[in-house]
């Protein structure tokens, strides 16, 4: 036998240690408010509800799979980041985690402004009048034409990624006869405590100018010399799904400690810190993720501090939730297919969708919750993993789950927390279809981005 080939055993499968999973809940019926949206319940039949609907009414009009989300919870989101940091603070939505028109809509009429980064995002945005000054645009690689876009635009502001597009930005502002408002992206060498694939501050990755070995404050004395630029502040973004504020600390201390060097060498205090984004949500009961009103007070007071340690005026923060408010306000729902026991393992359910509508767990070994939702049941809990219909063995929803025994194939389940990084990641791996999104509020639901037809796919295939 070759030594780059092994038998795939019964347990080839397991991804995770035996034993990682946790012991079942006490209620498989219970849906815990930690991890579903604001507006989920039962109603007396045991089925689930969103806004007042029942899924089962809801798979019925729209099909499955679907995501729903609950725009009751949306808005209270985006209102408690608002109130956080009040009106000394800017809150942009990070486009990146979901974005449509409705939701553009749904931001400007709270108060939020919005972060994106591609040509798209930013279409989306302009198209739905999101005003261009409330608008931030990221990206380590964006094109001429989509700097030139933006400038036109008129966004408030560019985040500058690298010494090329310092130039590049400027030369473009330049030619407009404009002069753009910029904030350098620094890499601060903090390894934040998550998957390597959304740890976004240490050095060895794609995003930002670092600050080791002098070159981010290279990058400001370039920003200050040209004349199409004019450098309102610094830009660190740490990572995603983090729950810890130390990482944040450090984050803060060293971007403070730049805004010294630059008073000193240039005579300029920049008026502006941007802390990126990042902070985690529940998706399991075991996630401990913390409110609006606590990160906006502890990345305030760690901002104060640093500054006044420094003898510098405290900057303006900005901050880039994205999945913290999207995240918890949507729910996947998945038609049960089949249901296939292995004998001493698990039992594998499969669904209607899979990776093409939520890659996450694939990419980034991903946890999920997931409940029987068109009805309740008193059987006994059952161990099983969540997959989809793809071609691949990685196709996996949520790896360790326990079901009531009794599930059958026509059973709806659903999977919460899936509004961000779900949709926006979706594809037309194997041609599936991506699924809708529908908005549910006060009893009634709309689509706010439709299902994918087969016409959809065949029209792009120019043969």
Known sequence: MSRSAHPAGPRHADVLPEGHYTAPPADLNVLDPKVWSRTVERDERGVATVGGLSVTELAEEFGTPAYFLDETDFRARCRAWAEAFGKDADVFYAGKAFLSRAIVRWLKEEGLNLDVCSGGELTTALSAGMPAERIAFHGNNKSEQEIRTAIEAGVGRIVLDSFQEIVRVAHIAQSLGKRQRVQIRVTVGVEAHTHEFIATAHEDQKF????????????????????????????????????????????????????AEVRDEHGVELPEIDLGGGLGIAYTSEDDPREPHEIAKALTEIVTRECEAAGLSTPRISVEPGRAIVGPTAFTLYEVGTVKPLEGLRTYVSVDGGMSDNIRTALYDAEYSVNLVSRTSDAAPM???????????????VRDAFLPSDLAPGDLIAVPATGAYCRSMASNYNHALRPPVVAVRDGEARVIVRRETEEDLLRLDVG
């Open 383 to 397: 161990l099983t993993r969540v997959v989809g219909k793809h071609c691949e063995s990685g196709d996996i929803v």
């Open 208 to 259: 930002g100018i670092a600050l080791a070995g002098g070159q981010a404050a290279e990058a400001v004395r370039r920003a200050l010399r040209l004349d199409g630029l004019e450098l309102i502040g610094i830009h660190s973004h740490i990572g995603s799904q983090i729950f810890d504020m130390a990482g944040f600390e450090v984050s803060a201390r060293r971007v403070v400690q730049l805004l």
